[in-house]
């Protein structure tokens, strides 16, 4: 911790920190254009130059030299030095304010505004642009450049679809490049030509082509780059910022929507350190419109506007609820619509509720699952409850979650030296991307990054160990692991249960599993070194490895004994990480929509007390079988073509879905900018989210709706808010017992005075009173591995270690290359043709054609060039046959295809299908 002197104020750093951080503490502003704190110090932009000086030291006693005061001498550069780049020493002297520091600042801003245009008041970034605040500052004034020397360029270039370029804006400072170089890891942009003329350019064809690129208008520090969704539409300080969280993936970013006119105008991050630091993937800040269509038919005296029914009028939001009368669906009063509803349930409730059955999305918020759960247990008495359709249909891991979730307190930002993480069966930088910018920066700060999947990802570019196994044969790769871990004795068996009796089980050599498995011996060995002897390690398994979780149970068990004789479990930057597909897919878990999950269960166990204890029928099942059916959010029939009204079914959504076109009631829900809750991310970490917008009068927040339902059937609830839904959470599921919305709000404005909730308990917590805004982090509930069952004697919980020999049948490895039927990997794409991607017409150009990825000896085998039309043709009844162009590449092995689902064509793909290829002709 070096000492330094900056403006005569003297504080203690940490030894690395640059001087431009050291000042912020001090209260002393040094002023930046080209640098960045979450990137590399460029030093270009010569605008954080300062007087720095270090203690003189005696030549012959090589000791500082003291002043009369007993104080060292200072030596001053002769130069003054960049403060971004230039690293405090100890001792050293900075001086921020001195003539010669203002008149370079002043230098610095009149050479940048020779040719910079007098854009301000069309400007995006006025009223948020540093070149504003620092030319106010510590600007002349006055230019003594004539206009006419000003030097002129293009002020509308289309980067991208997304992103406009105003060349004569830009001071090149170079933060977007460096960005997209050092923090997204997609090299698209650079400078071209020189002197007056360099620019900014992309070389990407498509042009511009990142997950990321919505990052670059952010840290621009001037107007260059811009919103193509936000431009000329409000001036920032018109709009009003209010807290929320992403709806589009599990990682749960923070962000803010600003609003102005009752509609959502742009989508920026929230800095959470923990959660998305200050980033947001493309997807999070531009897919936001299917959210505020009803708020903006309400602001224009619309209110009838989605009543229409037909197909081509579908993209309208629903604002009033509907019931089929003669094959149409009527507007009706809300009064008509729980009557309706009520009076056709009541008869079916003798069965004990073994006809109905409740299908509700993983998008939607904690306060309407747990009452959703809530009204088919104990109001109409079923566990016919599920939330796994669609992306969510391979959700597999809870159990491994609940004991070995990665500690509280994680952040994999800050991992590095002395940590593996070991990443199996995912594609984050598709499905969750914001983790996978996480993980890329752990790994370049010094953690060992492990990444094995049947094919090869964005994220194996900054592993240190690859592994490309054989679909089907993930249980072998994991025993492959354990068993060179056992070898070499890196096993632990402190809270292992059974331990010898696994080893004595084990049968399977790490030959065999190298065999089995397509990883060679040697690999596994690394990888198990790795890992095992690591301080901290990590399991990151994603959509991919949850399959073959699915298909056979000797991948959960295997992975399960790797965590316990590892004994990376329990602490902080230890444990595993399922990434789940949705915003909520860990909260249907937790609030127990899944028909197994009854009162006890667990941690994550629900709270409902059906009448029947036996676990009730899968979403698979009772899709098929019920006879009613209520779906919550969900789109049963987008997913399956085949799908049909099973009787009666109810269905409540934001838009007139394909499920809803067959629904016998249809009621309109809000959308998560029009109501506040709950969300809980793939971290387990639970997140407050707040209403930005004020809803059309007839539209309700789902759990209002599921609360109106049950109250007409005679449920005495009476919930007024979903705090009050919370408070009832934190009552009955153990894992959320100490998450009232008191916890989960910060003050961000006014603190007029300051209230202690929870009395004098160890657990009491202060707030302030005023405006409650956003989450900072929010909490994460503890995993059974991190809670002691009696404290007192420090005892820990033990987990049972079993050996579950792997299906053979379950290792179909590569399909038949010579019958050219290769096994075929179901991938995504980040912007696809999903259903809330429908009403963000600016993404559309991004949505990337659908394209078959064959291995090139494949490729060359079944005489296909790459951009061949290709026939696929799926075992399937009728027999479902598409063509898709041809991509020849190297990220699929041999014997297996790629295709991205939900593209044009590709909707509903079977995933370890095995798929007949052939050219077309």
Known sequence: MPKVTIDGKTIEVPAGTLVVEASKPVGSHIPVFCYHPKMQPAGMCRMCLVEV??????????????????QPVIAWMPKLQAGCTTVVSEGMAVRTLTPAVADVRRSVIEFLLTSHPLDCPICDKGGECPLQDHSLRYG????????ESKFHNEKSVPLSPLIMLDRERCIQCGRCVRFQDEVAGEPVLGFQDRGRGIEITTFDNPPFDSNFSGNTIDICPVGALTSRDFRFTARVFELTDCPSVCQQCSVGCNLNIGTRDNTIKRITPRENEVVNEIWLCDKGRFVHHYADAAARSFRDGNENASARVDASNSAERLTTPMIRAENDLKPVSWYEALNFIANRLRPMLSDGGKSMAGLASDRVSNEDLYLFQKLFREVLGSNNVDHRVGWSQWNAGEDLVKNFGAGIGTNLGELGKGTTILVLGADPQNEQPVLRLRLSKAARQGATLAVANGRVTKLAQYAAHKAIYKYGSEAYFVLGIVRAMLDARLHKTERANGADDFVNAFHLSLDE??????????????????????ENGVVVFGREFMFAMQNDPAVQAALNALIVLSGHFGNKNNGVIALYPHNNSMGAVDMGVAPNARRGDGLSSPIGSSSSRDAGMKAQDFLSKAKVLYVMGADPARDNPAFKNPGFMIVQDLYLTETAQKADVVLPAASWAERDGTFTNTERRVQYFARALEPHPQVRADWEIVQSIAQQLGAKWEYKSASDVMDEITARVPAYAKMPYARLKVTARRRASVQTIGGDSAEAVQIALGELYGDVSGMQWATTSEINPDARFGEQRTFDVKFVAPKEEGNVAAGNVAANVPYLAVTRALLDRGSAMQFTQIVQPRVPSAQVEINSHDAEEWNIGNGDKVKLTFDAKPPRVITLPAHVDGTVPRGVIAVANNLDSTMNLPMGAHVRVEKAT
């Open 53 to 70: 000086g270090t203690p003189k030291i005696d030549p012959a006693t090589k000791q500082p030299v003291l002043d009369e005061q007993g």
């Open 140 to 147: 002349p004034g006055k230019s003594r450049f004539y206009v």
């Open 513 to 534: 599993c190298a065999e089995k498995s397509g990883v060679s011996a040697d690999a596994l060995k690394k990888i198990a070194e790795a890992f095992a002897s690591s």
